[in-house]
């Protein structure tokens, strides 16, 4: 199956193609209000942890560090995927940032790891839960 998430800025203008909106930012973005984003959730916990988080910011590790990390974090725990795969799952997901470029944010990784978790889903789904049962005729 195919899935449709994209990320872009928090603000950025909410589009009417957005699909579910889920803020997926640690910090709450400076600047705006709840109501004025159009938000379907604020989903903390799929985001990067505060030391990676501060360690990526402040120049302290390469984004390649960050990347891993943040893989790693998330393969750790990856029923913190499970939320925004309920969103993907039900349409076009939009994962937003409030940082200036998500092309080199967070956001890339999380939407591989989502749509490598969906897949394995998929094909789990896919496949006989228990072999058949072969009784004999009565």
Not at 34 to 51: F, H, I, K, Q, V
Not at 82 to 100: I, S, V
Not at 128 to 135: E, G
Request: glycine share 2%.
């Amino acid at each position: 199956m195919s899935y449709d998430i994209v990320f872009k800025r928090i603000y950025s203008p909410q589009a009417n193609d957005d699909g579910a909106r889920v803020l997926v930012d640690r910090l709450w973005p400076r600047g705006k209000s709840r109501a004025s984003l159009a938000l379907d959730e604020w989903y903390r916990d799929a985001s990067p942890g505060p030391t990676l988080r501060r360690d990526y910011h402040r120049h302290a590790i390469s984004e390649d560090d960050f990347r891993e990390r943040y893989r790693k974090a998330l393969k750790a725990e990856p029923e913190v995927l499970l939320p925004l795969m309920r969103y993907a799952r039900q349409g076009k997901l939009t994962l937003l940032t409030a940082a200036r470029d998500p092309e080199h944010s967070h956001l890339p990784v999380l939407r591989d790891m989502l749509l490598e978790a969906l897949q394995q889903e998929d094909v789990a789904d896919r496949e006989c839960a228990s072999p058949p049962c072969f009784l004999p005729p009565s």
